[in-house]
């Protein structure tokens, strides 16, 4: 079972506003898309931890279903705070979008089963678990059943160390979930996205991964805590996890070879993730 790890394209249909990169937004989407259609042969595939568009609106989520079309490949969704998240329940109600949204629901995949959680608050950027979402998780962690459970949430259920971006990570409900996670006999892997920096980290057991975003990484303005690491353009990558039945899991981060990064599209405040 191989599968890609996206996150936070922000796809915007029209001019944003208030963002230096966002002119450049669609391109290098596109060049993300033509990334994963070169290697869509060995995906089985692609996850998408929310925001998947910018301004939440209908005209938005249709061209990221045309961006992503060619690719022919199942793209499992959540949503992210820029996604409404009303605006994305709307298109699921309509449609659009439901055959891959995640939310409050498990997909069995074989090896792997997904379980999606929506972790939005409508106009904030700061999220929260409702007590279903973590009734879910309960019952899913305490199944008998054998395959590998991935979590897939908008916010990661951890501050990363990154002083501007641990306020926005604030997740009302963390505290709970990681005692559900710390209990399980066989602990989840738990995919993220919202904090525009590709990052790994080991959490109560769970391998956790936050995908960076292609279209608006956050770099070289903010360094872990008050320590001099200040990654590069690798932040503008995805991941590529291979998971077999015996337990293997590999993960291989995979660099956008962007448009955009041609132009400067690098944000140095947190403001609009
Ligand atoms: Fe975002």
Redesign the pocket.
């Known amino acids: 079972m191989r599968f890609a790890h996206i996150?936070?394209l922000?796809v915007c249909s029209g001019p944003a506003a208030g963002a230096t990169a966002r002119e450049d937004i669609i391109a290098t989407v596109e060049a993300l898309a033509g990334d994963l259609a070169r290697i869509a042969g060995c995906l089985d595939f692609i996850v998408l931890s929310?925001?998947m568009t910018d301004d939440a609106r209908p005209e938005s989520f249709r061209k990221l279903e045309e961006l992503f079309a060619p690719l022919a490949l199942p793209i499992f969704t959540v949503p992210?705070?820029?996604d409404g998240p009303a605006a994305y329940f709307r298109e699921v109600a309509s449609g659009r979008l439901a055959e891959g949204d995640l939310t409050g629901r498990v997909v069995d995949l074989g090896a792997v089963r997904l379980l999606g959680l929506d972790t939005c608050v409508e106009n904030e950027a700061t999220g929260a678990l409702s007590a279903q979402a973590l009734d879910l998780v309960a019952r899913e962690l305490d199944s008998n059943d054998l395959s590998q459970l991935i979590i897939v949430m908008h916010h990661p259920p951890f501050a990363p160390g990154l002083r501007q971006f641990d306020e926005i990570v604030r997740l009302e409900g963390a505290a709970e979930l990681a005692r559900l996670v710390a209990g399980a006999a066989r602990a989840p892997i738990v995919l993220s996205?919202?904090v525009?920096r590709a990052y790994q980290a080991r959490w109560n057991g769970a391998n956790c991964f936050v995908a960076g975003?292609a279209v608006?990484p956050f770099t070289a303005e903010h360094p872990y805590g008050d320590g001099p690491i200040r990654p590069s353009a690798e932040q503008r990558c995805y991941f590529v996890h291979a998971i077999d039945a015996d337990g293997m899991h590999v993960v291989t981060p995979q660099p956008v070879r962007s448009v955009a990064s041609a132009r400067e599209p690098t944000r140095a405040d947190p403001d609009?993730?």
């Open positions: 996150s936070d922000h929310g925001d992210g705070n820029h996205g919202h525009h975003s608006l609009g993730v």
